[in-house]
């Protein structure tokens, strides 16, 4: 009788304990940007596992068969879509997973690359984070994809998500600001692969790029060729490195016209935490500062 009260008292001391890890909603986001937005609506009901992590290029990934398991795992699994994860589908029926499969990107207004269209390529742009209002939506789906796997947070889900999308409100004012600093003339950048097709769309800077919207084809001679030119002819002063594309081409190009490199840029992946764009807000802020040190006259 004793033993039956103990058990009894220890079970409901297990019940009232907070969330353990293994109670937490499983997720899986396929890279760290969309990561970073799901643990932000999350918070402490959420465990989110990140598919490419920091500084991982997404265009040319490979998932591992540890992938797979963790998908199998999963309750949800949040994706960008637009073509992004083009090894999703494999992925998902090699784990043969029942987790939801959510695109974060759905509602949003894709844009299309009008050279790779020339070009007959596919060209839907899926770099659709690079607008903050885009990423406020990222957020407003993921929140509702929270509330439908795990209705008893959705308290938590909402109240975090409103938190968050007024930061990205003050975020989007931000970088506003900051674009209105550089002279409307000087708002044309170079960078490897085709990443800020949004970014310009939403504020007014002109980016080109030898690679497309994927970087998993290599830019071409006529592609360098082509660039080279537009930098001589609108005479374009900084060329920008991204952290998921390899560096040499854009020396190279820097070198044959005089441009200056401007840093780096982060278009496809948060850095690691040391790195100075740990995070989605820290990722959009350092971009803009770093064009208006290289723009600003
Ligand atoms: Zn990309």
Avoid: C
Avoid at 58 to 81: I, L, Q
């Amino acid at each position: 009788m004793f033993a039956r009260r103990i058990a009894f008292i220890l079970l409901a001391l297990v019940a009232a304990a907070p969330a353990a890890a293994q109670d937490k909603l499983r997720t899986i986001a396929s890279f760290s940007i969309l990561g970073d937005l799901v643990e932000n609506v999350g918070g402490d009901r959420v465990e989110v596992a990140t598919l490419i992590g920091p500084d991982g290029n997404a265009h040319v990934y490979e998932p591992t068969p540890a992938d797979s398991r963790r998908v199998a795992d999963a309750k949800v699994v949040f994706v960008n879509g637009l073509g992004f994860e083009g090894w999703l589908g494999r992925l998902v029926k090699a784990s043969g997973t029942k987790a939801a499969i959510v695109v974060a990107s759905t509602g949003i207004s894709p844009r299309s690359s009008a050279s790779e269209t020339r070009l007959g390529a596919d060209t839907t742009d899926p770099h659709a984070w690079q607008s903050v209002a885009n990423a406020k939506r990222y957020v407003a789906n993921i929140r509702d994809a929270l509330i439908k796997a795990d209705p008893a947070g959705a308290g938590a889900y909402k109240a975090n998500a409103m938190a968050y999308l007024a930061s990205l409100d003050a975020l989007d004012q931000e970088v506003r600001d900051v674009v209105a600093g550089i002279a409307p003339d000087r708002r044309r950048v170079i960078t490897s692969h085709n990443a800020f097709g949004y970014f310009q769309d939403a504020y007014g800077v002109a980016f080109s790029a030898p690679q497309g919207v994927s970087s998993e084809a290599e830019a071409s001679a006529k592609d360098v060729a082509r660039i080279i030119a537009q930098i001589r002819n609108e005479r374009i002063s900084a060329v920008f490195l991204e952290n998921v594309t390899d560096a040499r081409l854009m020396q190279l190009i820097a070198r044959e016209t005089g441009a200056r490199i401007g840093g780096t840029l982060y278009s496809d992946a948060l850095t690691d935490a040391n790195g100075p764009a740990p995070s989605y807000i820290d990722l959009i802020r350092h971009n803009v500062r770093e064009l208006a040190a290289a723009l600003g006259r």
